[in-house]
Structure formats: structure tokens, C-alpha cells
């Protein structure tokens, strides 16, 4: 079962004389990761403890969560790594996020993380340590299918965590070189089997929903330190000029809070960049918010490329449920492992609400991850 991760069902306290071979294990200091790197040891695999440092203040690598995965390595004698790649964060992860800002764009780095920098840096290192597989923390499955030869990439046991939404853009080649341990788990069973093995630091860890880079709370900060705004017009469907806003950066499609406008709420229904202006309506279910036709581009289809239209179920963010849709292919001429797709859309057969521009819609089938693409 070459590359497939066999889900383990509660055989985490059991272990296994085969030597599977070396597996590099990315781990943040949180709990699973360091669950990851366990169920791989007891499973016969020999992991390779791996931090990244991506930027200084970063909550994934500053020392209380180095200083945890040193820990738990230790416990289990397994070797741990710090290794900077900060320079290719920068460039692939925060130069892209504040460029899609400065556009007028909601960008998703996490997306754009996975595929251009963490898994790509994780195979450089699992070169030099001469590893087979390299493995996260990441709730979701990769299965072999015999049939077509394909691997598939699906979602958790845990469908509540799943998150095969943020792997969309993940490689074919890459695949049968992947392990994702706790993807066959509840994540109820992941803190149960932490408490088993005496980790009850990883237990009361509080699992953070920022962006890795920034805290939450500090995002606009961050954004104004790194990108000069523009002082522009708050307008409504008319043009007329409700308030002023310091940067378009500061808003996207659907968003109420921060607009700081007297008799409101309103809600941003468009961002007009040429001429700076963020336009807003009072009405929460204005047609303007919603839409059925949803275009995409660097699309990353993961196992085939469909040569016509497909049903499927899709999202445009990752907190939505799946809605049916059709995926359109306009042009079946693709290269493998480019994402530069201009003629794939998404129509849905429900019109969705705050579709916005540089978000990432992804689609299923079933529960297999199809890929997913920019919505433009």
C-alpha cells in the first residue's frame, strides 16, 4: 500500500516490527502534529521531527511551539530539526497575500502555502534526509485508486475538521508520497490518545484560527504597516458618497463590520479599484450579493482533467456547507501541473452569497476532493 496511509483504527497503543521507512513530520508544537509523529513511530515508520521557521512572532514557530515539539521528539527519541525558510515564506506566502490586498482581492494563504512553499520545502528536506514520505498534521485522507491509477485525495473521518479545502492545490505527483496520520480520526480521539500518552501540555494548548503570520487582532495593523493606503469614497449603488475609507485592503464582499457608517448596518457589495471606491447597500440580501456563475483561474485539478462538464458539489469558502453545482470546462486543452486554467467556472444551481474575487472555490465528489481554483 505504497504512499496510502492506512487509517489506524485504535492501534495507537500497539507497535509494529516492520520498518517502513523515514518519514519527515512537520510539526507546529500542536497537538497534531505531535499526534502525526507519534502514530507514525508506533506504527513502524522512523520520523524526522521538522519545524519551519517561516517569520519572527510567529505563533507556528516561536519558542513555546519549538520548544513543544523538541519535547515531545525527545520523549519518543526521534531527532527534530529548526530549519528557516522565511525568505520563501515571505516570497511565496506574504508578498502574495499583500499583493492580492493591494488589488482589492481577499487572498487565502493557507492554500498558497501548502502548495508553494510547506509541502514543496518538506520534500527538499526529506531529500536530504533521505525519506520516502513526508507527513502533517492535516485532517484528511489520500487513498490509492487501483482502478485509474490515480491517488485521490479525501475528506477526515472527522467531518467537522476536515481539511482537504486547504490541500486543493496539491500535486498528482505528489500524493503517494504523502501521509496525513490523524485524517482517519475524530478529533475527540486525537486529544484522548495526547492524554494517554502523558502530553496533557498539548492537551490545554489552545488551538488558534489566525493566520499563522498574524494574529488575528492584529491584522490591520499589519496590513497597514505593509501596504500604503489610498484614501478613498464609501458609496452606495447611486454613487452617493456615504463616508471615506483609508484603503481599499481593508474590505471584501460581504463584509458589515468596519465601515463606520452612521444609520446603517451596511453591507460591501462591490470593490471598485479603479476608481478606489468601496460601494456598500443596506440590504443584507441585495442582488448584488449573490450569484450562480462563479469563474475561476489556476485551477489545480488533483487526480484527472475533466474534458466536459461534471456534476459536483462545491464551496466558496472554507466555513460553507457544499452546494451542487456544475464545473464548466470551456477550453479541455490543460498542462499537467500548471495552474494557469482561464476557461473553468462553477455554476451553481443555488445563486451563493458574497462570492469574492482571489478566494479559493473548491470541489468534490462524494467525498473525494476534485481540486479547486481562484475565483476571478
Known sequence: MSGVFAIFPYVMFSSSNKNKGKVVVAMSGGIDSSLSMILLKKEGYE???????????????????VSHAKEVCKRYGISHHVIDVSKEFKKNVINYYL???????????????NRFLKFDQLFKVAKKFGAKYVATGHY?????????????????????KDQSYYLCFLKQSWLGRIIFPVGGYK????????????????????????LCFVDNKLKNQFV????????????????????QHSGISNFTIGQRKGLYIASGPYFVIDID?????????????????????VKLKKVNFITWKPKKNIRVMAKIRY????????????????????????????????????????QIAVFYRGRKCLGGGIIR
Open 224 to 243: 497597514l504597516k505593509n501596504i500604503k493606503g489610498r484614501n478613498g469614497n464609501i458609496v452606495d449603488k447611486g454613487g452617493n458618497v456615504l463616508g
Open 140 to 160: 484528511a485522507q489520500i487513498r490509492l485508486n487501483k482502478l485509474t491509477g490515480f491517488y485521490e485525495l479525501m475528506k477526515s473521518r472527522d467531518t467537522m
Open 99 to 113: 499583493s492580492e490586498l493591494k488589488c482589492g482581492r481577499t487572498p487565502n494563504p493557507c492554500v498558497i502555502c
Open 273 to 293: 479599484t479603479k476608481r478606489n471606491n468601496v460601494i456598500v447597500s443596506k440590504d443584507p440580501e441585495d442582488e448584488n450579493l449573490y450569484c450562480n456563475i
Open 319 to 358: 466555513q460553507q456547507p457544499l452546494s451542487r453545482a456544475i464545473l464548466e470546462i470551456h477550453k479541455p486543452e490543460f498542462r499537467d501541473d500548471e495552474l494557469d486554467n482561464k476557461c473553468v467556472q462553477l455554476k451553481f444551481n443555488k445563486p451563493q452569497r458574497a462570492v469574492t474575487k482571489g
Open 187 to 210: 478529533k475527540e480521539k486525537i486529544y484522548e490518545f495526547a492524554k494517554k500518552e502523558g502530553l496533557n501540555f498539548l492537551v490545554q494548548k489552545k488551538q488558534s484560527q489566525d
Open 47 to 65: 520520523p524526522i521531527g521538522v519545524t519551519f521557521k517561516l517569520v519572527e512572532g510567529s505563533r507556528c514557530c516561536d519558542l513555546e511551539a
